[in-house]
């Protein structure tokens, strides 16, 4: 069971993000607010960060560019769940290990996001 961050400020997306991802066993934190992520994120290390871009007060690439910025966070792989095009191509898609556009297909973003686990743990094991 991974640990799922899920910063989305749609209560809609936040509660069918919530919903998939339990449903396979997964355990959820759910934030709408960027500040209140990077406070959470001050104390807690999870196994996945699901960031929308557009967030309130701070911006899910900010908070990318601070994560990938500190050592505890180097296994935690980034999701970045956005509507809008333009940061597709942006040089901050980069901070992502894996970038969608809205609309998502939810059960296929967690498969998605166990894939990038599974690889995770593939290279933790010895050869």
Same mark, same amino acid.
């Given at each position: 069971?991974?640990?799922?961050?899920?910063?989305?400020?749609?209560?809609?997306?936040?509660?069918?993000?919530?919903?998939? /991802?339990?449903?396979?066993?997964?355990?959820?934190? @759910?934030?709408? +607010?960027?500040?209140? !992520?990077?406070?959470? $994120?001050?104390?807690?290390?999870?196994?996945?960060?699901?960031?929308?871009?557009?967030?309130?007060?701070?911006?899910?690439?900010?908070?990318?560019?601070?994560?990938?910025?500190?050592?505890?966070?180097?296994?935690?792989?980034?999701? /970045?769940?956005?509507?809008?095009?333009?940061?597709? @191509?942006?040089? +901050?898609?980069?901070? !992502?290990?894996?970038? $969608?556009?809205?609309?998502?297909?939810?059960?296929?973003?967690?498969?998605?996001?166990?894939?990038?686990?599974?690889?995770?743990?593939?290279?933790?094991?010895?050869?």
């Amino acid at each position: 069971m991974a640990k799922i961050l899920i910063v989305e400020d749609s209560d809609d997306l936040q509660f069918i993000f919530s919903w998939v /991802f339990r449903s396979k066993g997964h355990s959820i934190e @759910s934030i709408q +607010d960027g500040q209140e !992520a990077m406070d959470y $994120l001050a104390y807690y290390t999870p196994d996945v960060l699901l960031l929308d871009i557009n967030l309130p007060n701070v911006s899910g690439l900010q908070i990318a560019h601070w994560v990938r910025q500190q050592t505890r966070f180097d296994d935690t792989k980034i999701i /970045f769940v956005t509507g809008n095009q333009m940061y597709q @191509s942006s040089p +901050d898609a980069e901070l !992502a290990d894996l970038f $969608l556009l809205k609309p998502v297909d939810a059960p296929m973003l967690v498969q998605m996001a166990d894939r990038l686990l599974s690889r995770r743990e593939a290279k933790r094991q010895p050869a």
